[in-house]
């Protein structure tokens, strides 16, 4: 159980163009879902978490018409890379939360990672 | 905010041998300390976690250690195989809404 997926699983575009990467949980439901980033042996970085039905809370210095987030049901939350540039090139990956509902053993702050999407800009 | 600092950095243990990594956090608050296993390209996979009412955790050839006095976390890998080779990050959590903070790595080298 807890599985989450992720897609594209990579990405290559063009400079100026914008990208979407999808986030489900597949046999939860989520009460929260994060995204984060990670550059090469690096550690991941929080971007934004997102709860259904509402805004996402960014994090200092990540630009919210840049990395644009919609979480539109408890299973699915996506985030957009708006006029993609080389320096975003990364490893995108995102988390969700289950809901407390799924189980007395689960815990709410339990996170479970997707796959990770790998984005070259060109 | 949270800070959690992780050691170390790289690990090299003989196939069979113990692994231990060490983590050390800020703030009294946390709560929630989960372990994740990152294989080269794929996402983090949680491998064990423990929560501030408990000492110790086991699973298996895994175990996590939990000091709140000293706020420091441990995990210990013992009988260590080459697929124990990847990247550890330790992390906590110290609000109602499980945003995590994480360590900076520590990549395990299982040499047979």
């Known amino acids: 159980g807890a599985v989450v997926s992720q897609h594209p699983s990579r990405v290559i575009c063009k400079s100026g163009t914008s990208v979407k990467i999808e986030c489900r949980s597949l046999?939860?439901?989520?009460?929260?879902m994060f995204w984060y980033r990670q550059f090469p042996k690096k550690s991941l970085m929080l971007m934004a978490t997102s709860n259904e039905g509402s805004k996402a809370t960014y994090e200092q210095g990540v630009e919210k018409d840049k990395f644009l987030i919609n979480h539109a049901s408890l299973t699915l939350s996506t985030l957009t890379v708006t006029s993609a540039h080389p320096e975003d090139s990364s490893f995108y990956i995102c988390?969700?939360?289950?809901?407390?509902?799924?189980?007395?053993?689960?815990?709410?702050?339990?996170?479970?990672f997707g796959p990770g999407t790998r984005l070259l800009v060109l | 905010g949270e800070n959690v600092e992780q050691h170390p950095s790289t690990l090299s243990v003989q196939e069979g041998d113990s692994a231990v990594i060490k983590c050390t956090y800020s703030d009294s608050a946390s709560n929630y300390f989960p372990w994740y296993k990152q294989e080269l390209g794929k996402g983090p996979q949680l491998i064990i976690d423990?929560?501030?009412?408990?000492g110790e955790k086991k699973d298996q050839r895994i175990a996590v250690t939990l000091n709140k006095t000293a706020k420091h976390f441990s995990l210990h890998i013992t009988e260590t195989q080459p697929e124990d080779s990847a990247v550890y990050f330790c992390?906590?959590?110290?609000?109602?809404?499980?945003?995590?903070?994480f360590g900076a790595g520590t990549q395990v080298v299982v040499t047979p």
């Open positions: 988390s969700a939360t289950p809901r407390l509902a799924g189980g007395p053993h689960t815990p709410q702050e339990t996170q479970y």
């Open positions: 046999d939860f439901q989520a009460t929260t």
């Open positions: 423990i929560r501030s009412n408990v």
């Open positions: 992390a906590a959590s110290w609000n109602s809404w499980g945003k995590l903070q």
